[in-house]
């Protein structure tokens, strides 16, 4: 896979680093600006630097675009697209059809994901879906989720946000063992780690179960799980998370 990009930022240049570790790493080629950054990814196999940005358009059909949104404008007066171009979009908040406008005749797909792309077998979102896109990453080691509507595909970032509030309550909890315990910060971190990942295997192989019920299977009547559960539901612990997350879908779903 040859991929262009339009815009090395942060979360370009992770999933750029994440790739290249993956069994199937691309040949990219970047556009030039961000000069210190680029210099850095030049030294990976597989990573080359175009003279300007109409140059990666020119040597590239699909070309990812890394920039912000309020950079979008300058950057679509920047090149010539033709309809065999294929954009992939990480800037946030920019509805498909702006972006379809910004880079006609090209074809635009919207793509979600944390900065753990850097690491291959983090996840990648999409929207529309697109099979050849999906293909592409899924053989990269990445898990790839399409939705089937764009309020959807935006709710995707808030899924990116929930990952920031569980290393917050990780942090808590490592705090508690390592002062109950005597446990170093980093093995109270890995245990923790490691119980997250137990939930979302199970999650995986286990999915006509709800997470309740699941919980409520490792939590059997008696044990010291199903107090904590029970503890957890009286004080409402998760009310304060429902609230925040339904607050920021409804400043989601308001036009851009
Ligand atoms: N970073 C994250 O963790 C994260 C997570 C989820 C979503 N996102 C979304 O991803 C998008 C990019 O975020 P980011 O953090 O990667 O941004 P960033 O680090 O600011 O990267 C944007 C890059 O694009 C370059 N650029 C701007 N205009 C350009 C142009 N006309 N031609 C070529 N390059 C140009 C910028 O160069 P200059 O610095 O010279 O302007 C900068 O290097 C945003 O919409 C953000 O909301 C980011």
Redesign the pocket.
Known sequence: MQMGV?????????LIRGVQQSNCPFEWCL????TQ?VAQLQALPGVSVATD?QSVVDQCGSLLV????A?LE??AA?VHLTPEHHLIC?????ELQALQQAFYPARVTRM????AVQYPCSSVFLYPADTGLSATFTAAGYGVQSFATEVQFEAS?LS?CVNAWWLEQIQALADTLVTQTGMNLPEAVALLARAQQESAVLLQHRPEMTPAALAREIGTPGTFTARGLDHLKTTQADQPWVEILSQLLAELKRPF
């Open positions: 339009l815009g090395v930022g942060a979360l370009a240049e992770a556009s030039p600006r961000s950054r940005n890394g920039v912000r949104p950079q300058q950057l920047s990480l800037s946030a908040g920019v979600m994901a944390s900065i970032m990116v």
